[in-house]
Structure formats: structure tokens, C-alpha cells
């Protein structure tokens, strides 16, 4: 072979495997040893991107994944390119490189011989047409079948050159018929097909030896029968005519063709004989190649499942070696906890013995507490009965005393009874605390002008705690003054004060649970009807305890706040006045402020204050009994007091009183309505001389209104539970008192709770009321 110029390009296309790459280019160094050496490949972008999860089609990826993977392949060509020219480098050979982009590389090569008019590529695979090589590549297929001519392209396998596709310009097959047409080595050397394409075959590769035998005897026996021909020509030439000669000539001429096409004719057969055996020997080749191909895809395969079954024994190992360094570690630890719950358990073995001895001496503490609880227990129960046996005395005072000496000797009798009971009972913050669980929001009844009203547990019985706002109350030792004062005042219409706390400004009633006037009057579905009767009663009760205040000695106790709101009902529908006396507990200044107001609601308790009282500022009795005519007014008619009293009047006048009396409670006594009115409207002139004054012989005429037609028995003569008349009243733990064969059987059935307030009793003992057991008994003969 002859040697290139030094300046000669040679192209050599290289691929992705850097053990062949380096043997073709070896065998490029020793070609064209002195040549300039450009490095041809071609990119072909991968259809799967790699994941965490495993591959998937680019096609469904995002474009901005797909262009960040074609940037790492092209930079991964990019360096095995540069691996190549550091081969060249190295054996110090002038080399370049080309970098082509295809979705196929067989497609991508033939397009840069084109666009880069290539003229010499060495190419590391063998097409199909050589049979005589077992493995064959569709690159060098496509591109000895579709490189333009005038690519001169060498075919070379593990360092041989195999077959050289020569350059043209013009198709080679035209040259080959200028040659007699016969079927020679060199004929079949090159095919042209309709196409355009050129299939290249090497001679050395196509040729076999009987062809070669074929195409010798053809051409000796061409030759042989020439010179037969010839000698015959000339025998027949001089011993015939020339016109014999003629048809003699043309016969042998015609015999000698015949003979010529049947030589032929078995030649060719012979050809395609041998053909069809190297197409099978061809087909053959192939498939053995197949299973070669297939045979070493499954070595490849195994010698990968056995690289990756090392590798994961190698993890395994490894794992194995973490887990017992973690085994380890974890023994290490549970020897560390061992000892420490060894130590822990020392530790709880000291604390237990030394709780046992603290459980010991919270008994001993528990038991003397529980003996001076039961200690504070008997003497709150003897106070209470004390209490109690004080409000039963004045109960059945008063209601003999009604009998028909009622007078200001009465109510003074009544006050002297009472300065000789103990003074009022002081509670503590805590108490109170424990009472209403801390002043909570579940507890309190209702939000007042003075303070807030709650519901407790004290005393063995439920409360009413009224919490004042110390901002409008006097000094500490002047409220403790009034409030000593308002503890004295006993009367069965005024709402009992147990104690008081100054601590917090608060002061602890009895419980009354059927609420307040203002309820039973506006409730639309009301247990039982008020009937008039019911009505009278209660202006008769309030007006006895207003007389009662306003009787007081040495100094008269103005009520100020009183509406249907401050008026409350007990367990037998009579009324007690509560709130009386809150206007000695303020100061002055805040009195009359217009923020200060008695009750939940600031427009009725303005409704109810004394028209005089907004001009001068002075709480009169007078000003109680404009607010009672108001309730009187309220009782008849069932309407609000806002302009009551300028409606009733107007009805008197028209004469139509009766459009304006409360339906609901029944056909009125026109006799008791009339008088009612005409109280209440005197009650309510705006100038307070022409205001009655409650005396003990106006509260007589208001007790005869309701008791005229028949005598009603006094509600605390009747029994909580049998409802009738006691004869033998006991009182119990809770402070009631019921008639002994009813509660004596409430406690045998089991119960250990009060039937009043459902709260557990201290004890189940029973007193006798022998005082409440006379008033009945002289009750009982005046009747």
C-alpha cells in the first residue's frame, strides 16, 4: 500500500465502546500513519431518563429534566471524545474531532460524509455482503449501500481490514460491459441496481473454486471449438465452390452457436447452482451467527447477574458487619440500662418505705382534720338550728300577730326579738370560693346594679352569695357596721341574711329557688295560673315587710331598688323582699351616679325610681312607695311599667277598668280590683306628699282583700313532702323541718340527701320543733 500525504484527512468513526475505538484507531496509526486523523462521531439522544424509580420514556417527561439529562450525555460524549484524542496524542499523530447528532447513527454518518464532502472513512464494522466474516453491521451495511460514490470507505474488523469500498464517480458496473458477457469473477464483482445503489462485493470474498473450474472450461472450449471451425473452413475452402462454401460456412457458423448457447446455458445453470449453495451456506452463516449473538447476550447477562449477585453479597456482608456493630452497641446499652433500673429500683424501694411512712402520718393528719371538721360541722349545725328556730319564732309571731294585733308594737316586738340572737356569721375568701367553685361563671344567678349574684353549697344547705363591687361600697369598717345592721332585721317577708364576708364585699343569703315576681308574672307558660287572689296576697306580703323597714328603730331602712326583680318567691309562693338596705352599704357620691343602677336592666329600675329622688337626690320611704305602686299596678294589669300609670289612669276616667286587668288571672273581685287601683295610683303621684304612708292598718285592709272568702293555712305549718299540716314537726340535717313520719320514712327508704335540696346530709339526727308544734296548735283553735 502506498503511503498518504502527510496533509491527507482521514475520517475514522468511532462509537462508545473505547476498547474497539482504540483498536481501529491503532490500526489507523499503522494505515495512515502520516495522515491527518479526524475522529467522526455521531450522538444518539437516549428515549429513556434515568430515575430514583427506574427508567421511563422522554417522551413523558418534563422538557425541563429531558434538557438537563441531554446536557449530561452531551458532556459525557464530549469526554469520551477527548479520551480518543488523548489517544492520538499519545502516538503523536495530528488529530480532530467531529460530532454529529441523529436519532440513528448509520443515518447521521452518511449525512456528515455529505455535508462534510468526506472523501476517506474508516469504518470499525463489516457489512453483510462478506460471508466469509460472521459478524456483520447494519451501520456499515447502510453506509457501503448509501455513502455517496465518491467516499473511498475502509471496512475493518478486531484490527483487520476486511473490505475496501472503492471511490467513483460513475457507477463501476458500466466498465464491466465493454467485456465479453460472460459470467466471470470480474463481472460479478459490482451490481447496479434500478435504485441508484451500489452493491459492492469483493472478489475475494464472492469467488469459489468451481466457479473458477466453470469459467476455465467455458473459455477451452471456445477455444477448441474455434480452431475445429477453422480447420474445417479451410478444407471445405478448396475443395468447394465458393457458393458452396457460402451455405457450408453458415451452417457450421449455426452448429457452432448452438453449441456455444447450450455451453452456456449449463454454465449459467451451474452458476446459479453454486449460487443458491453460498445463498444457504450465506443463510446458514447467519443463523449460526444468531445464536452466537444470542449465546453471548446470555453470558453477558449471566457474567452481569453474577457481578450483581456480588455486589449485593457485598452489601450483604456489609450490612451483616453494620447490624452486629448495632447489636453490639445495643447490648452494650441494655447492660448500661440494666444497671440503672437496678439503681432505679434501690431508689423506688427507698421512696416506697418512705411514702408508706408519709401515707402514715397524712392519716394521722387526715383523721385530726376530720375530727375538727366534724367539730366545725356540729357547731354550724347548732347555729343553723339556732338560726332556724329564730326564723320559725318570728314566722309564727308574725302570723299571730296578724291575727289581729298587728301594730308598731309588733314590729317592735319584733325587732327586740331579734337583737337577741348572735350577731351574723363571717365567712373567709376560701369559703366562699369552695362554695361557688371559685366564683364560676356555671354559678352565677344573674348580674345586678350592685354586684353579682351566685348560687352555693354552705352551711349544709344551697346559698345565695351576692359578690358587691367594692369600687361603690363604703370603707371597710362602715360597711361591716351596716351590714351587722341588716343581719339584725328578721322578718318572714325579708330574705334572711346567714353572713357576711368583707373580705371580698359579699354577703351570703338563704336560697329561695322559685325566683323572682318578674319571672312568674312575664313567663309565658306558667306551671300554675296566678289568679287574682294569689296577687292580693302578694301586695298584702310585700307591704307588710315594707312596713316592717320602714318601721325599724332607732333608724328607718329605706329599701331603694325595690322592683319585681328584687321581689322573690320561696317554696310555698309567698314573697321575700331581698336587696333592702343596699343604699346604707354605698357611698354617697356613687348613689347617684348615672352608671350606678339596682338591677340587670337599666331602663326598668329607672322606670321604678322615685321622680323625686332625680330632682333632690334623697332616698325617702316615700320613694319605696312609689315603686310599690308600680308593682301593685304591674300585679292587675300584667303590663310594663312604662307609662303604666298614665294608662290606668286614663282607663279609670273612661270608666274602663276592666279592659285593663290581667285576663289571665281569673274574673276579678270588682270590690278588690277597685281598691287595689286606686292604692296603686296614689302610690304613684309624682309629688311624694300625696303618697299614702304604709301604716299597720292599710297593711290589715290589704290581708283581708285575699283572706276574705276563707282562711289559708300558713305555708311553713305545711310538711315539704306530705303537704299537709304538721302535727309533729322535726327538724333535720338540712335545716327544714318536716312532719316526723314523713321524713322518718324518707330516711329509712336509703336516702341520705335532703329532700329540699337534693345535697347529702351531715347526719341523719332529728330535732323536734316544739315551737313551730305550738304556733300550729293555737293556729289550729283560732280556726
Known amino acids: 500500500m502506498a503511503m498518504d500525504e502527510y496533509d491527507e484527512k482521514v475520517h475514522v468513526a468511532v462509537g462508545k465502546s473505547l476498547k474497539k475505538a482504540a483498536t481501529l484507531l491503532q490500526w489507523c496509526f499503522t494505515r495512515f500513519s502520516n495522515a491527518h486523523i479526524c475522529l467522526l462521531h455521531v450522538y444518539e439522544p437516549s428515549t429513556m431518563i434515568p430515575s430514583p424509580l427506574g427508567k421511563f420514556p422522554a417522551s413523558q417527561a418534563s422538557p425541563q429534566v429531558v434538557s438537563a439529562y441531554r446536557i449530561e450525555e452531551r458532556e459525557q460524549t464530549k469526554g469520551l471524545l477527548d479520551k480518543y484524542l488523548s489517544l492520538c496524542r499519545a502516538a503523536k499523530i495530528k488529530a480532530s474531532s467531529v460530532i454529529g447528532e441523529a436519532d440513528q447513527v448509520q443515518k447521521g454518518i452518511v449525512d456528515l460524509v455529505t455535508v462534510h464532502n468526506i472523501r476517506k472513512l474508516v469504518i470499525g464494522s463489516v457489512p453483510e455482503n462478506c460471508i466469509n466474516v460472521k459478524r456483520n453491521s447494519s451501520k456499515a451495511n447502510y453506509a457501503a449501500k448509501n455513502a455517496p460514490p465518491f467516499c473511498e470507505i475502509w471496512f475493518v474488523y478486531n484490527g483487520k481490514h476486511i473490505w475496501t469500498r472503492e471511490a467513483s464517480d460513475t457507477p463501476r458496473s458500466l466498465s464491466s460491459r465493454t467485456q465479453p458477457e460472460t459470467t466471470t469473477a470480474e463481472s460479478l464483482s459490482c451490481r447496479f441496481f434500478p435504485n441508484g445503489t451500489n452493491e459492492l462485493f469483493h472478489s475475494e470474498c464472492f469467488q469459489t473454486n468451481s466457479t473458477r473450474t466453470t469459467g476455465s472450461m467455458v473459455q477451452s472450449e471456445i477455444i477448441e471449438a474455434e480452431a475445429t471451425f477453422s480447420s474445417k473452413s479451410y478444407s471445405y475452402s478448396s475443395h468447394c465452390s465458393p457458393q458452396h462454401l457460402t451455405g457450408w460456412h453458415l451452417d457450421i457458423h449455426s452448429e457452432f452457436e448452438e453449441a456455444i448457447d447450450s455451453q452456456l446455458i449449463e454454465a449459467k445453470r451451474e452458476v446459479d447452482a453454486v449460487t443458491d449453495r453460498a445463498h444457504a451456506e450465506r443463510l446458514k452463516s447467519q443463523t449460526l451467527e444468531l445464536k452466537a449473538i444470542e449465546a453471548i447476550s446470555k453470558v453477558n447477562f449471566f457474567e452481569s447477574a453474577h457481578a450483581h449477585e456480588v455486589k449485593l453479597r457485598k452489601e450483604a456482608e456489609d450490612s451483616l458487619r453494620v447490624t452486629i456493630q448495632e447489636q453490639q452497641m445495643f447490648l452494650d446499652e441494655k447492660e448500661e440500662i440494666v444497671s440503672e433500673l437496678e439503681r432505679t429500683a434501690r431508689s423506688i424501694s427507698l421512696l416506697g418505705s418512705c411514702a408508706h411512712e408519709t401515707n402514715q402520718k397524712r392519716d394521722e393528719a387526715a383523721a385530726e382534720l376530720s375530727l ?122 325579708l330574705v334572711t341574711l346567714l353572713g357576711v364576708c368583707p373580705e371580698v364585699w359579699s354577703l351570703v343569703y338563704e336560697y329561695l329557688p322559685r325566683g323572682s315576681l318578674l319571672d312568674y308574672l312575664f313567663r309565658k307558660s306558667s306551671l300554675f295560673p296566678l289568679t287574682w287572689n294569689i296577687r292580693a296576697r302578694w301586695i298584702a306580703e310585700i307591704a307588710t315587710a315594707l312596713c316592717f323597714l320602714h318601721s325599724s328603730k332607732p333608724e328607718t331602712i329605706i329599701h331603694g331598688g325595690l322592683t319585681l326583680e328584687t321581689v322573690l318567691l320561696d317554696s310555698a309562693l309567698s314573697c321575700k323582699i331581698c336587696e333592702f338596705g343596699f343604699s346604707r352599704l354605698v357611698k354617697e357620691e356613687s348613689l347617684y351616679l348615672p352608671s350606678f343602677h339596682f338591677s340587670t336592666e337599666p331602663n326598668r329600675s329607672f322606670t321604678y325610681t322615685d321622680p323625686e329622688f332625680h330632682r333632690t337626690g334623697v332616698l325617702t320611704p316615700k320613694s319605696d312607695i312609689y315603686s310599690f305602686g308600680l308593682i301593685i299596678l304591674q300585679l292587675l294589669t300584667g303590663r310594663t311599667p312604662v307609662g303604666l300609670a298614665g294608662e290606668v289612669r286614663r282607663a279609670v276616667s273612661w270608666g274602663k277598668l276592666s279592659s285593663i286587668l290581667d285576663s289571665s288571672a281569673g274574673e276579678w273581685n270588682p270590690t278588690v280590683a277597685t281598691k287595689l287601683v286606686e292604692l296603686g295610683l296614689q302610690c304613684c303621684q309624682l309629688n311624694s306628699r300625696d303618697r299614702p304612708e304604709l301604716t299597720p292598718s292599710l297593711v290589715r285592709e290589704l290581708e283581708q282583700l285575699h283572706v276574705s272568702e276563707e282562711r289559708l293555712v300558713p305555708s311553713f305549718f305545711l310538711c315539704p313532702i306530705f303537704q299537709e299540716i304538721m302535727h309533729d314537726p322535726q327538724v333535720a340535717a338540712d335545716g327544714f323541718t318536716y312532719e316526723g313520719k314523713a321524713i322518718s320514712e324518707w330516711l329509712a327508704n336509703g336516702h341520705q340527701t335532703s329532700p329540699m335540696t337534693n345535697l347529702k346530709l351531715s347526719h341523719l339526727n332529728l330535732t323536734h320543733n316544739h315551737a313551730l308544734r305550738l304556733a300550729i296548735q293555737g293556729w289550729l283553735c283560732k280556726s
Open 372 to 493: 375538727i371538721q366534724e367539730s366545725i360541722s356540729n357547731l354550724q349545725y347548732e347555729k343553723q338550728q339556732l338560726m332556724q328556730q329564730k326564723m320559725e319564732a318570728l314566722r309564727w309571731l308574725e302570723r299571730w300577730k296578724s291575727c289581729g294585733q298587728v301594730g308598731a308594737d309588733h314590729c317592735n316586738g319584733v325587732i327586740e326579738i331579734a337583737k337577741e340572737f348572735p350577731e351574723l356569721a363571717e365567712f373567709s375568701e376560701l369559703d366562699l370560693r369552695n362554695a361557688t367553685c371559685n366564683f364560676s361563671e356555671s354559678f352565677k344567678v344573674r348580674e345586678g346594679g350592685y354586684g353579682s349574684i351566685y348560687k352555693g353549697e354552705m352551711l349544709g344547705r344551697t346559698v345565695a352569695i351576692r359578690k358587691l363591687h367594692p369600687h361603690n361600697m363604703q370603707g371597710s369598717t362602715e360597711f361591716h357596721q351596716e351590714v351587722q345592721v341588716l343581719g339584725g332585721v328578721q322578718h318572714p317577708h
